[in-house]
């Protein structure tokens, strides 16, 4: 991205103020992403596309129709995974970047980070480090904000469990490496899952303070306070069915 | 029949493209064919198609290469060529018949730019086949013809001796683009595989070398492409006031897989665009005819003369915003300030004042973009206090690949 571009919407957006995320508050990660088609109730998915390209993280872009096929309405959303809270942050910029209005502002009620435009017709949040664009595409649109806060509110929900357990997915590993974790330093989290038809999955992790990334496509978590604390990790299809794990432990004090 | 074709092959040189076909893909999902047409698999032009440029074919004896099957084990070798069948000999009769008007079922006279093929003899292998065998083409036309999507059709035909009356075998029928020049980026050439989407597109192809058709230079290709795009508003896209302009088809590639299902009538990633759209569109399209345009920003925020945006017939400010926070246009060169944009997003008032009515829209298609006060694109996009904040930006000059 053009460094002159970067410092004037940086500047415009006040960027100081939410570059980093919240490390006191409780911590959450979204991990190997994937948009099932089931993420905006009411709407159905007309195309769900997986996008690599270089220098940008790996990314969904899907075209959503109405179930009940009721007016010219269609709605873009795009989802990207990046590898932390804050890397969501800086991605937020980059997407910035690809709105030709002056007029696109900060809103406080959407998602960690949220932006919308005049009439709110394109909603750009970041969630843990999740970053979700969803826009209107067809010649009739709608205010997105009440939709986006929904999907939103849907992304940090825990899973229900409704699904049939047969087609629940099996969490057999959730771990850390042996040793103490300590405040500030990140220990490796090891979680293994798998589908019973051998699909795909995604995962919603909830930890306390600190922080959740990837490394080298390996999770690990880096606490901001000492005491007994609870990581939870949930394994989801693509059609929803969910599985939970509980790893348990206990941080000690950074190390004198 | 006695002998058949079994297969053509017109990108018969992988490296090359200046005595035989470029090298294309049918998409993104589908790579062409080669053979380019086989026995039993093509059946009309579109199942064969393959693409040639003007400039590096210019003065050359261009070669396809073709492999016949004999079903009579007796014909050991013979003679082979291909002709128009609309312009096909057939004796006397046959041209009196023509002349007169009283043979109207036989084809009609073909878009051939491919001319004939010239006669030579080939032999049978014991399994019934020959090799691949190199034909040159006669009246290789596509000069002349210009940027274009054409049919060739011939009628091939095979005798067993100089004296002995050609036989008419089978009529192949083929797609033939036309280019200027070879594509060029994000278009590659090399390497010729399935894995490599980067090859030009056919589904690409078929639009821009009809939009750039007639063209004889490459500014006048980018401008009939830039036309072309703009004229799909409103029907088709129309540029993004409800999402704040923002890319929809052009991040972080060009996703000209869902422009060509919009172009095609479907959905695609729907009706908004902006200028990053626009851009990447004109450009990966233009680049395919053998422009040499980039993609490239201005700016950055900077107010806005009364313009038309892709789409709309209301003079004002993009969506009355007042005003970009960037812009981005098919740019010549290093797309600095002397050089030519090509913006089909937006129309500018060509008028003696673009800050005020009456507004006369043009295009801007091969228009410099300039310093303020040279009455050039900059000073009809941006008012007189904006532009100097809407500079050449040319650390952005990019070409997007295509998925």
Known sequence: MDPQHLAALEQRHGFDSWRAPDTEQDSFFVWRYLIGGRELPGWRPHRIQRVDAPGVPPGHHSIWQRTDGRGRVLLAMDAYETVSAAAARQLMITLLAEFQSPLVERDAGLGDVGFTVPGEGAVLLARGNLVVLIRNAGEETLALNDIARRFDENLRSSPDGRMPWEEAPAISRLDIAPGPARVGQPVSIALEAAAPTGGDLWFKLFGPPGTIETLEGGLRFTPAIAGPQEIVAHAITREGAAASRTLRLDVQPTAE | ?403
């Open chain 2, 1 to 403: 029949m006695a002998v058949r074709v079994e297969a053509i092959q017109f990108n018969h040189d992988a490296a090359g493209g200046s005595t035989d076909a470029l090298s294309i893909r049918r998409n993104a999902a589908t790579p062409a064919t080669v053979p380019e047409w086989q026995h039993g698999v093509s059946t009309d032009a579109a199942d064969s198609p393959v693409a040639y440029a003007i400039e590096e074919t210019r003065g050359q004896i261009v070669t396809l290469r073709v492999r016949f099957r004999r079903t009579d084990p007796n014909l050991d070798s013979v003679e082979i060529r291909a002709v128009d069948p609309a312009g096909s000999p057939r004796g006397c009769l046959d041209a009196l018949l023509r002349a007169l008007g009283l043979i109207p079922f036989l084809p009609a006279p073909s878009n051939n730019v491919l001319g004939a093929v010239r006669p030579r003899s080939v032999s049978f292998r014991p399994d019934d086949l020959t090799d691949f065998e190199t034909f040159e083409l006669d009246g290789f036309r596509i000069a002349s013809a210009g940027v274009g999507v054409y049919e060739t059709r011939w009628q091939w035909q095979y005798r067993v001796g100089p004296l002995e009356p050609w036989q008419d075998i089978d009529i192949t029928a083929h797609e033939v683009f036309v280019t200027l020049r070879t594509p060029t980026a994000p278009w590659q050439q090399t390497p010729l595989s399935p894995g490599n989407t980067q090859l030009p597109w056919v589904d690409v192809l078929r639009h821009a070398c009809t939009w750039a058709s007639g063209a004889s230079t490459a500014d006048d290709a980018a401008a009939r492409i830039t036309r072309a795009v703009h004229d799909l508003g409103p029907d088709t896209i129309e540029y993004d006031c409800p999402g704040g302009g923002s890319t929809r088809y052009a991040f972080p590639s060009f996703n000209a897989t869902a422009f060509l299902e919009r172009l095609a009538g479907g959905i695609g990633n729907g009706r908004y665009v902006n200028c990053t759209d626009c851009a990447t569109i004109v450009s990966t399209f233009a680049n395919a005819v053998g422009c040499d345009l980039w993609q490239s920003r201005m700016g950055y925020f900077f107010g806005l003369n009364p313009l038309l945006a892709i789409g709309s017939s209301t003079w004002q400010t993009a969506c009355n915003w007042g005003a970009f926070s960037y812009h981005e246009v098919a740019w010549e060169g290093q797309c600095t300030a002397e050089e030519e944009v090509f913006d089909a997003c937006l129309q500018v008032d060509g008028g003696s004042d673009p800050t005020a009515p009456p507004h006369s829209a043009l295009l801007p298609a091969s228009l410099r973009f300039g310093e303020p006060g040279d009455g050039d694109y900059r000073d009809r996009l941006a008012t007189p206090a904006g532009r100097p904040s809407c500079e050449p930006q040319t650390a952005t000059r990019q070409r997007r690949s295509v998925f």
